[in-house]
């Protein structure tokens, strides 16, 4: 057994201590909310249906059908404009859906659980349906979700203006110590940059999206007016501070304020009763929030530039011995500026460039945050805290086993990583080789440019997994790790980039820390099959030690059968590289001094 898991944190080291200003006299700071691009988007050509012109119907259509789809719609009314209009599949119609509702939608984690199992004790197509009709999100914040999706249309004009040959979807990421590009073009999943860029250039289309048709004023359309309540929509997308984000104001907060209201184009009510006629002139707002707008002060540009690294020695290293002979990986948080009451989607930790180590943690930081493994090869990973979610990107020969993630794990441009983990959410795109032992409720989405995808059950626990899926809200009643959506236009009924994991093939993982907790056993078991080749594989192993047994070796033979049993063992975790894996657990001997 190795060392017991460490979760202090008093190894944070300050790197940066200066936060981005504002630039601005009213100390009015917004920024784009990065986790609805980063786990909201799907990284692909948007349905060419999608369209600006085709979100806007969708509200017209709304606010004409009353009460039933206007503050809130429900899935039944999308799906019919979906499947009828617009000529989305029934799949990705629900899965747009249920994506938005996951992330506008403030549910307890006990709710969460109670719908899961609800829809895993629906035995027909039918059941299902009439529990998913039951799903109602705000109206205002669906469309705004349909509309980013477009951040991933490919365009040739704009590939131009910003300095392409051609539209491209090669990426690469930022550096952690600043080095490198600010982030892709391509990969706009977890550009900070690409966010506020798209944000200010289509902000006039997001807010000819809110407004009330009724005071749409065609004639000169930028003078239109918003309601205070389509405002608050926009907070789905950006969030807003007036004391250097000491603590964080919803955008329709802010632009009520009188310092700024002259402005927003705040009109206020001639009666104070009547707060449904507070609105805004379309034009002085849009231009409110441009020149407010400025880089995510929570995104990962502002955790390299100010955030803290963290020392997170792996398994078995000193953490006072700097290594000669490789290079410690970069690690580091922007938790010590989060405030507490806006953990979620801004805490974020970096992993990058972390090889051939072991790396196990548990601990507070690690709790609730959003993480982001970049660059990692020939690692072993172990973060088993509860996570808000995980993207894993451009790792190759390593090993990632997480806590329960609350939202979205995204794989991207991976070769040969094992993961494994319980999650609300997975999608994978640009992988190749890769086997992945989930539990999840939801059907995990293959995007483009993936080969060989092994999919198989989780196969593994720690003692408190149970408590950190509970405060999630993931529970081990439904899992549809075997039943992926295939989304984009590469992929083929008769040449599938995914298979599930042969029987034959499976095992069971040891995570090989002490933790507290009450947890023994794999929540929610094994499928059948897999159970049984486990079970007959322990039968076969009890077999050879009852054979050893009844074999009636002396003292000299016990010794020498030993000795080849090791020897055999040890060439055989060489070649299948475990030994590396061994290693990096073994606790060091205490250094002496003289």
């Known amino acids: 057994m190795a060392e017991v898991l460490e979760v202090s944190d008093d190894e944070l080291i300050p790197a940066v201590t200066n936060m981005m200003s504002s630039g601005n006299d009213s ?31 969708i509200v017209i259509y709304a606010k004409n059908k009353g009460e039933s789809c206007f503050p809130k719609i429900s899935y039944s009314v999308w799906r019919h404009i979906a499947c009828n209009k617009l ?28 719908w899961d199992q609800e829809m895993s004790n629906c035995s027909t197509k039918q059941e299902r349906d009439q529990l998913k009709s039951r799903v109602k999100v705000n109206t205002l914040k669906f469309v705004l979700y349909l509309y980013v999706q477009q951040i991933h249309k490919v365009s040739l004009k704009a590939s131009l ?82 004391d250097k984000c000491k603590s964080l104001l919803p955008i329709q907060d802010i632009a009520v304020l009188q310092t700024v209201q002259h402005r927003t184009g ?22 409110w929030i441009k020149d407010c707008l400025v880089q995510n002060m929570f995104g990962i540009s502002a955790c390299i530039a100010s955030g803290r690294r963290l020392s997170w020695a792996g398994a078995g290293e000193e953490k006072d011995v700097k290594s000669e002979t490789k290079k410690r990986g970069k690690i580091a948080t922007n938790a010590h500026v989060v405030p507490k009451e806006h953990i979620k989607g801004n805490k974020i930790i970096i992993m990058s460039q972390v090889s051939k180590q072991t790396i196990g943690r548990s601990s507070n930081t690690l709790e609730n945050s959003s993480v982001k493994i970049h660059r990692c090869h020939y690692s072993y990973l172990y973060l088993l805290s509860p996570l808000r979610s995980v993207t894993i990107e451009k790792c190759r020969s390593t090993t990632i086993v997480l806590g329960p993630v609350e939202t979205t794990i995204y794989l991207s441009h991976c070769e040969k990583v094992t993961l494994i983990a319980p999650c609300r959410n997975i999608m994978i795109s ?11 409720p939801n059907r995990p989405v293959i995007l483009g440019g993936n ?66 907790g009450t947890t023994t056993s794999i929540p929610g078991g094994l499928p059948n099959k897999y159970q049984k080749a486990v079970t007959q594989r322990q039968k076969q192993i009890d077999s050879w030690q009852k054979t050893v047994k009844d074999a009636g070796l002396n003292k000299q033979q016990r010794k020498e059968f030993q000795e080849l049993v090791e020897s055999r063992f040890h060439v055989w975790l060489a070649e299948t590289n475990y030994k590396r894996e061994l290693d990096s657990l073994v606790v060091p001997p205490p250094s002496t001094t003289t």
């Open 87 to 114: 000529l989305l599949t029934e799949d990705l119609a629900w899965m747009y859906f249920h994506t938005c509702h996951l992330f506008s939608e403030d549910l307890s984690p006990v709710e969460r659980m109670e």
């Open 266 to 287: 705040y009109s206020k009510p001639y009666f104070i009763q009547i707060l449904t006629k507070q609105s805004f002139t379309l034009r002085p707002l849009q231009l």
């Open 27 to 57: 100390n009015v700071t917004l920024w784009v909310k990065s986790e609805l691009f980063s786990y909201g988007a799907l990284p692909i050509a948007p349905h060419p249906r999608l369209t600006f012109n085709n979100i806007k119907k």
């Open 451 to 516: 080969d060989t995808l092994l999919l198989a059950p989780y196969h593994t626990f720690y003692p408190s997994i149970e408590d950190h899926m509970n405060k999630v809200g993931i529970g081990n009643s439904k899992n549809l790790w075997d039943q992926p959506l295939c989304v984009g236009p590469d992929h083929k009924d008769e040449g599938p980039v995914w298979e599930l994991l042969p029987v034959s093939e499976f095992f069971t993982f040891n995570i090989p820390f002490e933790v507290e």
């Open 430 to 440: 640009g992988s190749t080789l890769c086997n992945l032992y989930t539990l999840t």
């Open 161 to 242: 203006v910003a300095g392409d040959e051609w539209p491209t979807t090669r990426s690469s990421s930022p550096d952690l110590d600043g080095t490198g590009r600010s982030t892709p073009r391509g990969n706009k999943t977890l550009d900070d940059h690409s966010h506020l860029v798209y944000i200010q250039s289509n902000m006039h289309e997001i807010l000819e999206l809110l407004v009330d048709p009724e005071s749409y004023n065609r004639n000169n359309p930028s003078e239109s007016l918003v309601s205070i309540q389509a405002l608050s929509a926009i907070s789905f997308l950006i969030a807003g501070s007036i």
